[in-house]
């Protein structure tokens, strides 16, 4: 079960979990290899196991047989096994709609954060999220389970190393929003355009200041002698934000 042997084996990913193994096959974006079941579990997924494409094989072990697999107890007694399916950057871009929001991540290294945004970005409708090469994997099972699964279902892809991701965007038709402390516009004044990328840095150093010297930087307003925010905490207030501002001029 380690990530470090899943990457490289013909991007496979692990499913865990009743709800995240629902959305793996109802979303269809990423096939489903196979599943392996707690033994006591059986009866209680029978619907879910049913549904599963007639190929898919099923496996069941003992508790005991599962916790040595994995390395540690665990309790949601399902385990799917995922074959990883990814856009080109560009092929993703060209085929949104003429209006359009996208979450565009740059170095976010942390799997909570990851699955955070990702579950922020099905929320309010954020149709793709690009990544840079320099963000963790949200295939990630951490970054999976904290999504809740919109990891599985939100259309996504990443940057190869040395790509330009404002310049792609931009190229594309759409208008990037940095979120940034030092930005120039409060959001709640924002009026994002037809086609639309909000912007997300790491945690500490953030956006980089030639990426904010070629976009639109927004910024939270704040109380006094604080700053700023966790970055998924913040891609939830922005789409929420850039989600209804969208409806209104729609």
Same mark, same amino acid.
């Given at each position: 079960?380690?990530?470090?042997?899943?990457?490289?084996?013909?991007? #496979?990913?692990?499913?865990?979990?009743?709800?995240? +193994?629902?959305?793996?096959?109802?979303?269809?974006?990423? !096939?489903?290899?196979?599943?392996?079941?707690?033994?006591?579990?059986?009866?209680?997924?029978?619907?879910? #196991?049913?549904?599963?494409?007639? /190929? %898919? !094989?099923?496996?069941?072990?003992?508790?005991?047989?599962?916790?040595?697999?994995?390395?540690?107890?665990?309790?949601?007694?399902?385990?799917?096994?995922?074959?990883?399916? /990814?856009? &080109?950057?560009?092929?993703?871009?060209?085929?949104?709609?003429?209006?359009?929001?996208?979450?565009?991540?740059?170095?976010?290294?942390?799997?909570?954060?990851?699955? $955070?945004?990702?579950?922020? &970005?099905?929320?309010? $409708?954020?149709?793709?999220? #690009?990544?840079?090469?320099?963000?963790?994997?949200?295939?990630?099972?951490?970054?999976?389970?904290?999504?809740?699964?919109?990891?599985? %279902?939100? !259309?996504?892809?990443?940057?190869?190393? $040395?790509?330009?991701?404002?310049?792609?965007?931009?190229?594309?038709?759409?208008?990037?929003? &940095?979120?940034? !402390?030092?930005?120039?516009? /409060? #959001?709640?004044?924002?009026?994002?355009?037809?086609?639309?990328?909000? +912007?997300?840095?790491? /945690?500490?150093?953030?956006?980089?200041?030639?990426? +904010?010297?070629?976009?639109?930087?927004?910024?939270?307003?704040?109380?006094?002698?604080?700053?700023?925010?966790?970055?998924?905490? %913040?891609?939830?207030?922005?789409?929420?934000?850039?989600?209804?501002?969208?409806?209104?001029?729609?």
């Amino acid at each position: 079960m380690r990530e470090r042997d899943l990457v490289g084996r013909s991007g #496979l990913f692990v499913a865990e979990g009743r709800v995240v +193994l629902e959305k793996l096959v109802q979303a269809g974006r990423h !096939p489903l290899v196979s599943v392996l079941v707690a033994e006591h579990r059986l009866q209680g997924l029978k619907d879910l #196991l049913a549904a599963l494409p007639a /190929e %898919t !094989p099923v496996y069941a072990a003992a508790q005991g047989v599962m916790d040595a697999i994995v390395g540690f107890p665990i309790h949601r007694g399902i385990l799917g096994l995922g074959r990883r399916v /990814e856009s &080109a950057p560009e092929a993703l871009l060209s085929c949104l709609p003429a209006r359009a929001l996208v979450v565009a991540l740059s170095a976010i290294a942390n799997h909570d954060n990851m699955g $955070g945004v990702f579950r922020n &970005a099905a929320a309010f $409708g954020a149709d793709a999220v #690009l990544l840079d090469a320099d963000c963790c994997d949200p295939l990630y099972r951490k970054a999976i389970r904290v999504s809740v699964g919109a990891a599985l %279902t939100t !259309p996504f892809a990443r940057l190869p190393a $040395g790509a330009d991701l404002v310049g792609v965007l931009q190229d594309q038709g759409f208008e990037v929003l &940095a979120l940034s !402390p030092q930005g120039a516009e /409060e #959001l709640d004044a924002v009026v994002p355009a037809a086609r639309a990328a909000a +912007l997300f840095g790491a /945690e500490g150093p953030g956006l980089a200041a030639g990426v +904010l010297a070629r976009t639109r930087t927004v910024r939270i307003a704040m109380a006094g002698g604080f700053d700023s925010l966790n970055v998924a905490t %913040t891609s939830g207030i922005v789409l929420h934000r850039l989600a209804a501002a969208g409806r209104r001029v729609t």
